[in-house]
């Protein structure tokens, strides 16, 4: 997730205020996304990301950028 703007998930434990996407671009303001099926989206893209993410101190898989260097 290199070389995208940031990325925060909103939610509040209320069931009538749905969830927000924030997506902060340099040199603006942050973009709200309130739109259910887009917040939803960026969850799902989020939590992909987080979930194939290596674990710090994990060494990367043979062939991958990195690999090989400590």
């Known amino acids: 997730m290199t070389g995208v703007p940031p990325l ?3 939610r509040v ?3 009538e205020i749905g969830d927000r ?3 902060e671009t ?3 303001r942050g973009d709200v996304i309130d ?3 887009a917040a939803m989206d960026h969850r799902i893209r989020l939590a992909a ?3 194939t993410a290596p674990h710090p101190g994990s ?3 043979e ?3 990195g690999a090989g260097e400590r």
């Open 13 to 15: 434990p209320v069931p």
């Open 59 to 61: 060494t990367p898989p």
């Open 35 to 37: 739109d259910p099926a």
């Open 8 to 10: 925060h998930l909103l």
């Open 49 to 51: 990301a987080c979930a």
């Open 21 to 23: 996407a924030v997506l």
């Open 26 to 28: 340099p040199g603006t």
């Open 63 to 65: 062939g991958a950028p």
